[in-house]
């Protein structure tokens, strides 16, 4: 019979990478609190409808990968792609956005149909914060120090770089949007076949085309630069400000536009050259207009999402943070068949009660002793608490024994054995 796999571009994460994953993990999510940020958790599907209002119909995204299908229902439903469009509807949906102020974060799977290779994937994992109810160039500034602190923290901080635009207000790109459609049409023959499909529903993402014939129209089209109102022009450069003062680095980037509709003013992806062709591990911006697409009150917004699929590979590429990660064990119990196995595990039972940090690993299986050792020593305990009658030849004791490279071991009566283990663990 063939043996099922799993769907491509879909990961296993396997216990010898858990603790890498666990450690980030760990690592962001202590950032992020430390500037305020609650955790929101919601589901992994949602109405469709959230995501084509909110990414934008005509986006790769919308258009391509999603997971879209309907239920038994008949209702449209999608495995979220992101969750910027899922937070807003969460938090409007709980009254979370009304007259407040929020810092939420969340970390979870998302899933795109797209063209699996390193650094991308089909599920794949974000970690997302978000911003509510805050309007000035300052919280993005604070956003960005954040998302520099987490890189940094992660020890990553010298392989990523910042990259920032200004992608101007909604009512800037319509403006810039009504001149390119002119431009554009004037030259509509010249374009590829998708872009001239995307030229009536959102001819600003004919920008992105990677067509050399639309890209050579593109060369003498008009800029967004030369539409960006006053107001947005001010917010950035206040944001410019905030970052050279407080010591941020950046490279402004006038190519850098968003794969999603909802963004608005200040962008930002940190950018790295370490992974090949998909070398952005973190990417956000302002969208202070999706609230109210969404159906709530007028609520200005900026946030940003880490991939953490290519914060592990950076991690694996550039540091040596997995050889300092904890061991899975520090006690083993190892038991021969000899001896009655309830009160191994009794034993067990009470050393995890009397220790609750302690990570004890009880031998379950049987198996000869000095096999059993190997395995202690393989799994990085520190100690091992042998529990075979015929290594004492006396059923009331058990032996000790440090699994460094002395190797010492000693016989101990039973009734006196918690203390024993208690100067031991004290030596750890
Ligand atoms: P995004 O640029 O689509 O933005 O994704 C953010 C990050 O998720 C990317 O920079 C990348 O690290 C990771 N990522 C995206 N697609 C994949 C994939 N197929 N495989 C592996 N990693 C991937 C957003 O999703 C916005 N919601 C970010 C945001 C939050 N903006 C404001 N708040």
Known sequence: MTKIQAIRGMNDVLPDETPLWQWMEATVQRVVSRYGYREI?????????????????????????????????????????EGTAVCVRAAEQHGLLYNQQQRLWYKGPMFRHERPQKGRYRQFHQLGVEAYGMSGPDIDAEVILLSARLLQELGLGQ????????????????????????????????????????????????????????????????LLAQYLSPESQVHYEELKLLLQAT???????????????????????????????????????????????????????????????????LLQTL?????????????????????????????????????PELKVLCHCGGGKVSTQLKKAYNDGSRLAVIYAEASTGDSDRVRLRRLDETGEQWPVEVSDLMEQLEKELERF
Do not use: H
Not at 50 to 71: H, N, Q
């Open 41 to 81: 958790r919601f589901p992994v599907l949602e109405q469709t409808q959230l995501f084509t209002r909110s990414i934008g119909a005509v986006t790769d995204i919308v258009e391509k990968e999603m997971y879209s299908f309907d239920d038994r229902n008949g209702d449209n439903l999608s495995l979220r792609p």
């Open 159 to 222: 392989a990523v770089s910042l990259q920032i635009n200004n992608i101007g207000s909604a009512e800037d790109r319509q403006q810039f949007g009504a001149a390119l459609l002119d431009y554009l049409r004037g030259r509509e023959e010249e374009l590829d076949a998708d872009s001239r499909r995307r030229l009536q529903a959102n001819p600003l993402r004919i920008l992105d085309s990677k067509a050399p014939q639309t890209q050579a129209v593109l060369k003498e089209a008009p």
């Open 247 to 313: 010591g941020v680095q950046f490279e402004e980037n006038p190519l850098l536009v968003r794969g999603l509709d909802y963004y608005n003013n200040a962008v930002f992806e940190w950018v790295t050259s370490s992974l090949g062709a998909q070398g952005t591990v973190c990417a956000g911006g302002r969208y202070d207009t999706l609230v109210e697409k969404l159906g709530g009150r007028p609520n200005p917004a900026v946030g940003f999402a880490i991939g953490l699929e290519r914060l592990i590979l």
């Open 319 to 355: 540091t040596t943070q997995a050889q300092s990660l904890p061991q899975p064990a520090d006690v083993s119990l190892v038991v021969d068949k000899s001896r009655d196995m309830a009160a191994a595990l009794a034993l067990a039972e009470r050393m995890r009660t009397r220790w």
